[in-house]
Structures are given as C-alpha cells and as structure tokens.
C-alpha cells in the first residue's frame, strides 16, 4: 500500500521558516518524481516545488528563492524547506509522488500538513 506522510507544518510567524517532510512508503519512489503542492482556502492546488529522480528542480513563481526541495532518495524521503514565509505562503501543503505509465503520470498524494503564517 502507497503511503504518502507529511509532517513538520505548523503556526510560525511572517519571515520565519519551516522544514517540512514527507515519508514515502509501500513503492520504490526512487524513480518517481516527488515534490509538493499547496492550497490556499478557495484557491486551486498550486505547485510550490517538484523534483525529477534525477535531481532537475522546478519552483513555483511565488518561491522567488525563499524555498528549497531536497530528497533522500534511499530514504523515500522529500523535503522542503521554506525561509522567510508570508501570510500568503498559508495553506495546506501536500506531497506527491508521480508516477508514469508509458505516457499516462499517475499520482500518489499525502494528506497534507497545515502552514500557517501569522503576520
């Protein structure tokens, strides 16, 4: 069974920081690209951060250089750490990992972790 778990979310205050995690479990996610997404209420799931199996990152333009995905790959493990946060970097944070079937990605997905930044 596919286990995606997040943790490290939390209260923390404008232009503070948090490291979050996200164990991935029941796969060999060594191939897979993994990253994280986020969802601010009312708001559509954005890409905050992605990485391939081979390293190649991607950002989303909000990131602007304060956030950085990192992953153990024997660990099955993502990471994202986030500096100097804003009040509209809250939201829930979710890991996936993608997973591609010849040319059809299927994604596994936790259950997310609660950012808030307070100002």
């Known amino acids: 069974q596919v286990q995606l778990v997040e943790s490290g979310g939390g209260l923390v205050q404008a232009g503070g920081s948090l490291r979050l995690s996200c164990a991935a479990s029941?796969?060999?996610?060594?191939?897979?690209?993994m990253g994280w997404f986020r969802q601010a209420p009312e708001q559509e799931r954005e890409l905050v951060a992605s990485?391939?199996?081979?390293?190649?990152?991607t950002y989303g333009d909000f990131v602007r250089g304060r956030f950085t995905i990192s992953r153990n790959k024997t660990q099955n493990t993502v990471y994202l750490q986030m500096n100097n946060l804003d009040p509209g970097d809250s939201g829930v944070y979710y890991c996936?990992?993608?997973?591609?079937?010849?040319?059809?990605?299927?994604?596994?997905w936790g259950q997310g972790t609660q950012v808030t930044v307070s100002s």
């Open positions: 996936y990992a993608e997973q591609w079937f010849i040319t059809t990605p299927h994604y596994y």
């Open positions: 990485m391939t199996n081979r390293g190649s990152t």
């Open positions: 029941g796969r060999a996610f060594s191939s897979y690209a």
